[in-house]
């Protein structure tokens, strides 16, 4: 199995997506079901994991209805209230779909930068380690030290840094960032998804050499079973196709080890999210 671990869909008559700004022109539509699955196709992926965009238990429905009606969905990693006393009940609401693989929030946007390891959160991320459902990091690298100290707190929760911690490429950002994920790393509870690496690069003028000194030194933190491949589209067309995004990564990869590949490309993240592969294959 070849897995897209992080893509976005958004129906704008729907929601309202305070993130959809006026600048990001490339962005100003709808993005489906329909319109993902023939790039997953010309691309050889089999499944993809599509992933909240919004504080909202709605949004998670629709997701999870979407799920049900496109097998090559091969999960939702959806949004919960970390801070409701009641969110095993609502887990386990979501759980009885059978699609809901991992829940997510925009921690880098909490202006509270300990809100992580509040009282109440640690409660709910801790329900989420009760329903063995793993827990996407939202994350810049500001956050690192503080995600470090989450992942030895609740050692029982699997943990996802999303996008390598958003390190600023374009302005060849490294330290602290490399030394900081490097030590997350080490906690065998965390995983890193090598994704949305373009729209952190230079828009219009990015190459894949800008993008190697990090994936590389993700490759070597955590190691061939703790990666895993993501598009982040349709965010990632502000800076190139999904085509080109399989390409560059595909390259880079290749370039570390040979033994990267099986894990990076769909393994882990059947392991990591708990998925059920033949399930979905034969729905």
């Known amino acids: 199995m070849r897995i897209d671990a992080h893509q976005h869909f958004w129906q704008r008559d729907r929601f309202q997506y305070p993130w959809l700004t006026k600048e990001l022109t490339n962005l100003q539509r709808d993005f489906a079901p329909e319109d993902l699955h023939p790039l997953l196709q010309k691309n050889a992926i089999d499944m993809a ?72 959160i640690l409660s709910g991320l801790q329900a989420l380690a009760d329903h063995s459902l793993p827990y996407d990091l939202l994350i810049r690298p500001t956050h690192l030290p503080l995600c470090t100290e989450l992942a030895k707190t609740l050692p029982s929760l699997s943990l996802i840094v999303d996008h390598i911690a958003k390190p600023g490429i374009a ?28 729209t952190e690069a230079d828009w219009s003028s990015w190459k894949p050499e800008d993008l190697q000194p990090y994936v590389e030194h993700i490759c070597h933190s955590f190691g061939s079973d703790r990666i895993m491949f993501g598009s982040n589209w349709p965010f990632c067309l502000l800076a190139g196709s999904y085509d080109h995004v399989i390409e560059t990564i595909t390259v880079l990869i290749d ?29």
């Open 49 to 120: 994991l599509v992933v909240q965009t919004l504080n909202s238990l709605e949004e998670t429905y629709w997701f999870l209805q979407l799920a049900e009606k496109n097998p090559f969905i091969g999960g939702v990693i959806g949004w919960v209230d970390l801070s409701d006393p009641l969110i095993g009940e609502q887990l386990a609401e979501f759980q009885s779909s059978k699609n809901l693989v991992g829940i997510r929030h925009q921690v880098h946007d909490e202006p509270d930068g300990n809100w992580l390891l509040h009282d109440d």
């Open 171 to 198: 302005q060849k950002q490294w330290e602290p960032w490399a030394e900081d994920i490097a030590q997350l790393a080490t906690l065998p509870n965390v995983s890193c998804k090598v994704s949305g690496l373009i």
């Open 255 to 283: 370039q570390i080890d040979d033994s990267y590949s099986a894990g990076f490309w769909g393994n882990n993240a059947t392991r990591i999210y708990n998925l059920q592969s033949e399930t979905k294959e034969s729905a």
